[in-house]
């Protein structure tokens, strides 16, 4: 990867987001880091070894989101790769009992999140005729499990965006993967509990979970592509979770 790209990367404060940070500084990228914990960003700010530009973000919110966008200094503003990864889910109750608020955070943060930062740094690079986005949709955009209701219709729009964005930008050499990970532990059952610390852990007990890292090498190799190599989908499952099937309920 040339050394002189500018990577943003959404929720860059834990799990995937920061895991692809610690990868890409190692590669050489310029670095901007957004999340809302900003305490957080300052400090692994200070573990990169790379040029890092941080910004303290809220993806729900759209108006502080672009100004923060509009506000980057002059040298950072021509982002060559934007990696959409903050999002996550909230709840596993079923689609008679979930939370409206769960529903409607999950959209605001996976969907309508990503489409804020999509839409405004999509026109540069196909003005400038470089760059690439990658967005972080899970295997819940394709397997239906219960609970995942909205979580999954949330990442299966990110999935079905990535490809649609392909045809949009069919002739520009601006190019669009869409990672689709699964089980990967990170913070993402504690949120998803909303702090149930005993829950989350027992996600991950009994079997060998993708580690972040494991999904920051796959954005990595994307990246690395030649740039007439477009990697459109790249699809992750631990060896030991696998898509078992239709359910049957008997009586
Ligand atoms: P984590 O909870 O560890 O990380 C989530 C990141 O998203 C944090 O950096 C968080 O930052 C950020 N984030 C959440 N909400 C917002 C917001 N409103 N504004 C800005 N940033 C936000 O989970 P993961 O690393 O696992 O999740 C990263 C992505 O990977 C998500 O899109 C998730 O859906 C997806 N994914 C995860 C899988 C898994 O099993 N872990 C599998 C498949 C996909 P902060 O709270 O500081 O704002
Ligand atoms: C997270 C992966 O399998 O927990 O998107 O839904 S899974």
């Keep these: 990867m040339s050394t002189t790209k500018t990577i943003l990367i959404t929720g860059a404060t834990s799990g995937i987001g920061k895991a ?7 590669e050489g990228a310029r670095l901007i880091l957004t999340g809302r914990r900003i305490e957080r960003l300052e400090a692994l700010k200070k573990e990169l070894p790379t040029e890092t530009l941080i910004l303290k973000m809220d993806v729900r919110d759209r108006e502080s989101t672009l ?15 934007l990696v959409n990864n903050a999002g996550g889910a909230l709840g596993l109750a079923m689609a008679d009992t ?12 996976n969907v309508l999140g990503l489409l804020t930062l999509t839409r405004e740094i999509l026109p540069g690079m196909k003005a400038r005729g470089t760059g690439h986005i990658v967005n972080i949709s899970s295997i819940a955009g394709t397997y239906h499990y219960p609970g995942a209701n909205v979580y999954g ?8 965006f990535s490809h649609a964005m392909r045809a949009d930008l069919l002739g520009s050499p601006v190019r669009v993967t869409n990672i ?3 089980m990967t532990e990170t913070e993402f059952s504690e949120v998803r509990f909303h702090g149930d610390q005993q829950r989350a852990g027992a996600v991950y007990q ?7 890292h494991d999904i920051a090498e796959s954005i990595r190799w994307a990246l690395a592509q030649p740039p007439h190599v477009n990697i459109n989908r790249i699809e992750v499952m631990p060896v030991m ?3 078992a099937g239709v359910a049957v309920h008997r009586t």
Excluded: H, N
């Design 67 to 81: 100004t923060a966008l509009r506000s980057l200094p002059e040298a950072w503003q021509d982002i060559d790769v």
């Design 206 to 212: 009994g079997l060998a979970p993708l580690t972040a």
């Design 98 to 109: 979930a939370e409206w608020s769960d529903w409607q955070t999950m959209i605001e943060t």
């Design 20 to 26: 692809t940070a610690e990868l890409l500084a190692r």
């Design 180 to 182: 689709e990970p699964g």
């Design 241 to 243: 979770q696998a898509p």
């Design 153 to 160: 219709a949330c990442k299966a729009f990110v999935t079905y």
